[in-house]
């Protein structure tokens, strides 16, 4: 016969109450040469077992499965074992199997091939009751956050723009990240304007401040409601303590020009045409739509409101056009001058945020 000690930890309180691991394997080590039983695997897991994956209590499984011998699992009680019946249901196969017997310190418990009605009975009660204490624990957990919720503290990993951190009397709040949030601020305002799509905002912030998001996260950022003072979780809205980065003004534009993007306002809003939805008819003022005919893209008039002989014009003719008047086009001195002063303020503001922001990370940093 094979020998096997499981011994298992999930809290600190747990340590602290003499259940450490290495108090654990005192007892197991002098019940398994009380009980004439040979030496073995030592397994020590220092987890939960509420996770979903416990890599080394699968690991004994399958050692079990695979012995030849027939193998004793020492473990100090029950829940240190299991606390769901899902794997009763595995250990049971293998119990029947007379593949492992299963010796519970704590309850005095061995349950084996031979094991009786009672003993089988002991063994699901026990697991039973860890049942109970992971259902409590979940219901204790959330209590604590629908009340964190009603008093507008957020239960999970700050935004992006706001950070984690830990007070002194051990509790934790979310205080602004200013750099970060200088950086939201500065996505939305250039995304309000219009003159960004998703990709030249990636484009400009990673260029002008090396800040490589992508796509997702950029519209994560973008429709995240946390940013003017109200935190979304699990689906629902609720106002939070935190200090605001933008105002809900902001934020509601942005939402309508998303919105805008993502719609499809033509019928063949896939086909590369240079004036789809650009371009009315002059004589009814519907919009000239663009068609192919042996190659060539001509725009005409719909005439959905009445025939009034509109002609088929060529893409291209339609460019010389527009060239024209575009040649036409003067800017006078005074409107260039304004044009260049302002680009030289931006380029300024730009260089003295980024050595604002330098010079507080260098800072923090040297605390």
């Not at 600190?12 to 005192?26: F, N």
């Not at 001509?298 to 003719?317: D, F, L, R, W």
């Not at 086009?329 to 003295?352: R, W």
Request: aromatic share 10%; charged share 30%.
């Amino acid at each position: 016969m094979k020998t096997i000690i499981f011994a298992r930890v999930s809290t600190a309180e747990q340590k602290e109450e003499g259940q450490s691991i290495p108090a654990q394997l005192v007892r197991m080590r002098e019940y398994r040469n009380n009980k004439g039983l040979p030496k073995g695997l030592e397994y020590e897991i220092d987890e939960s077992s509420t996770k979903d994956e416990r890599h080394k209590f699968e690991q004994v499984i399958e050692i079990i499965k695979n012995s030849k011998e027939k193998v004793a699992l020492i473990i100090e009680t029950i829940d240190r074992l299991q606390r769901s019946f899902k794997e009763s249901v595995i250990l049971d196969e293998l119990r029947k199997r007379d593949k492992v017997e299963i010796h519970f310190l704590r309850e005095n418990l061995v349950i084996s091939v031979n094991s009786n009605s009672s003993e089988l009975i002991r063994w699901d009660m026990g697991v039973m009751f860890a049942r109970s204490y992971v259902l409590q624990l979940s219901d204790n957990v959330k209590r604590s956050i629908e009340q964190s919720l009603r008093d507008g503290r957020f239960p999970s990993k700050a935004p992006y723009g706001y950070k984690n951190i830990k007070l002194d009397n051990e509790k934790t709040d979310i205080i602004i990240d200013e750099y970060e949030a200088q950086i939201v601020i500065l996505a939305y305002k250039l995304y309000s304007s219009k003159a960004y799509s998703f990709g030249t905002l990636r484009a400009k912030l990673k260029t002008d401040h090396g800040i490589d998001w992508s796509q997702g996260f950029l519209d994560k950022v973008l429709k995240n409601p946390f940013y003017y003072g109200t935190m979304l979780f699990k689906g629902k809205l609720y106002p939070h303590r935190y200090p605001p980065i933008i105002t809900k003004q902001l934020f509601d534009q942005v939402q309508e020009i998303k919105a805008g993007h993502n719609k499809v306002p033509f019928k063949y809003k896939g086909l590369p045409r240079l004036y789809r939805g650009l371009i009315r008819c002059g004589h009814c003022g519907l919009a000239v739509t663009p068609e192919e005919q042996k190659g060539i893209i001509y725009y005409h008039c719909t005439q959905s409101k009445g025939k009034h002989g509109a002609s088929y014009v060529p893409e291209h003719e339609i460019t010389i056009q527009i060239a024209d008047v575009f040649k036409r086009i003067q800017v006078p001195q005074e409107v260039l001058e304004e044009i260049v002063d302002s680009l030289k303020n931006v380029h300024e503001g730009k260089v003295e945020f980024r050595e604002h922001q330098y010079k507080a990370l260098t800072d923090e940093r040297n605390i």
